[in-house]
T-cell receptor, first 114, second 114 residues
Framework: DADVTQTPRNRITKTGKRIMLECSQTKGHDRMYWYRQDPGLGLRLIYYSFDVKDINKGEISDGYSVSRQAQAKFSLSLESAIPNQTALYFC?????????????FGPGTRLTVL | AQKVTQAQTEISVVEKEDVTLDCVYETRDTTYYLFWYKQPPSGELVFLIRRNSFDEQNEISGRYSWNFQKSTSSFNFTITASQVVDSAVYFCALAGLGGQNFVFGPGTRLSVLP
C-alpha cells in the first residue's frame, strides 16, 4: 500500500462549490504539506503543519483552508472554488525529527473547477 | 528569498544519448538542502536525491549522476545513456532549515525518443 494517499484522485466541480481534498499517511511523519502544481510554475506551497496543533500559511494560502485532524491526516478545503484553482494538488510528508528535509509526495489530486 | 532556476524548459534527446539538466539556486542560508524529483507521465513525484550544503562530493547512482558546485550555485543532473523510461518532468528543489522554505524550480521536461 502507498505510504501517502490522496482522495479523490480526480475531481470536477463548479464555481462556488466547497471542495475538500484529503491526505493520509502511514509513514509516521510529523510534518505535512499541501502544494499546487501549475504548468511552468513548479510546485507552490499552500499550507503546512509541523504537528497536530500547528498550522501555517504558505506562499499561496488565499482561498484555501486546512485541517490537521490527526498526525496521519491533513485536509485541504476550497471554501468557494473558482476556475483559477484548477490545478494538480499534492500532499507531502516529512519526518519531524532528524531534519532530513526530504519530502515524500502523494500521487496528486487533479482538480478542475468549471 | 530563495529561488531555483531551471533554464531548460524542454529537452529532447534520442535514446542512449547523455543529457544534463541544469539547476541554479539562490539562498542566503549557509545550511541548505538540494533535491531532484522526477515526475513521470503518470503524475506522481519521485524523490531522486538530497544533497546538503556541506557535501560537495559528486554522486553517481547507476545511470544518474549529480554535480554540486557551491561556487556557481549549481546542482546539475546528468543521465547517461538515456532511455525512453527517463521521459518525465524533472524538478530541482531547495530547502532551508524550515519546511516553509522548500522551493521548487519550474521543472524541465525531458523527452527521450526511441
Amino acid at each position: 500500500d502507498a505510504d501517502v494517499t490522496q482522495t479523490p484522485r480526480n475531481r470536477i466541480t463548479k464555481t462556488g462549490k466547497r471542495i475538500m481534498l484529503e491526505c493520509s499517511q502511514t509513514k509516521g511523519h510529523d510534518r505535512m504539506y499541501w502544494y499546487r502544481q501549475d504548468p511552468g510554475l513548479g510546485l507552490r506551497l499552500i499550507y503546512y503543519s509541523f504537528d497536530v496543533k500547528d498550522i501555517n500559511k504558505g506562499e499561496i494560502s488565499d482561498g484555501y483552508s486546512v485541517s490537521r485532524q490527526a498526525q496521519a491526516k491533513f485536509s485541504l478545503s476550497l471554501e468557494s472554488a473558482i476556475p483559477n484553482q484548477t490545478a494538480l494538488y499534492f500532499c507531502a510528508t516529512e519526518p519531524g525529527q532528524g531534519y532530513t528535509h526530504t519530502q515524500y509526495f502523494g500521487p496528486g489530486t487533479r482538480l478542475t473547477v468549471l | 528569498a530563495q529561488k531555483v532556476t531551471q533554464a531548460q524548459t524542454e529537452i529532447s534527446v534520442v535514446e542512449k544519448e547523455d543529457v544534463t539538466l541544469d539547476c541554479v539556486y539562490e539562498t542566503r542560508d549557509t545550511t541548505y538542502y538540494l533535491f531532484w524529483y522526477k515526475q513521470p507521465p503518470s503524475g506522481e513525484l519521485v524523490f531522486l536525491i538530497r544533497r546538503n550544503s556541506f557535501d560537495e562530493q559528486n554522486e553517481i547512482s547507476g545511470r544518474y549522476s549529480w554535480n554540486f558546485q557551491k561556487s556557481t550555485s549549481s546542482f546539475n543532473f546528468t543521465i547517461t545513456a538515456s532511455q525512453v523510461v527517463d521521459s518525465a518532468v524533472y524538478f530541482c528543489a531547495l530547502a532551508g532549515l524550515g519546511g516553509q522554505n522548500f522551493v521548487f524550480g519550474p521543472g524541465t521536461r525531458l523527452s527521450v525518443l526511441p
